[in-house]
C-alpha cells in the first residue's frame, strides 16, 4: 500500500479545504488511515483517524466539529473535511496507515507515511 496526500492550501480564517489521502493497493481490515500535522516549528500532532473499513473515526480535541474524516471504500480514498479554519489550523498535514487501532494517535504506530499537503491559513 502507498498513500499521496493532496489538497492542501492558502485559505482565508473561516474557509473550508478539503484533503484527500490516494491509497494504492489493499489493506487488511483492521487497518486505519491517519492524519497527522507538523505546524512551523513545532512537532507532529495526531489530527483524525479512521478504520479501513470506515466504521470508526476519532478525533483531535481541538479538530473536532470542525473537522470530518470519511472514507470512500470504491475509490479507495480517505478525505479530511477541514471547516471554519484557524491560523492555528496551519502547518504541513500527513496522511498515514496504522494496524494498531488502539493507539491510533501515536505517530510512531504508523507504518506507511504518504508525502505531506500544506495547509496555510492566513488571519
Known amino acids: 500500500v502507498q498513500l499521496q496526500a493532496s489538497g492542501g492550501g492558502l485559505v482565508q480564517a473561516g474557509g473550508s479545504l478539503r484533503l484527500s489521502c490516494a491509497a494504492s493497493g489493499r489493506a487488511s481490515s483492521n487497518a486505519a488511515v491517519g492524519w497527522f500535522r507538523q505546524p512551523p516549528g513545532k512537532e507532529r500532532e495526531f489530527v483524525a483517524a479512521i478504520r479501513w473499513t470506515g466504521r470508526s473515526t476519532y478525533y483531535e480535541d481541538s479538530v473536532k466539529g470542525r473537522f470530518t474524516i470519511s472514507r470512500d471504500n470504491p475509490k479507495n480514498m480517505v478525505y479530511l473535511q477541514m471547516n471554519s479554519l484557524k491560523p492555528e489550523d496551519t502547518a504541513l498535514y500527513h496522511c498515514?496507515?496504522?494496524?494498531?487501532?488502539?493507539?491510533?494517535?501515536?505517530?510512531?504506530?504508523?507504518?506507511?507515511w504518504g508525502q505531506g499537503t500544506l495547509v496555510t491559513v492566513s488571519s
Open positions: 498515514a496507515l496504522t494496524y494498531s487501532w488502539a493507539e491510533v494517535t501515536i505517530a510512531k504506530k504508523y507504518s506507511l
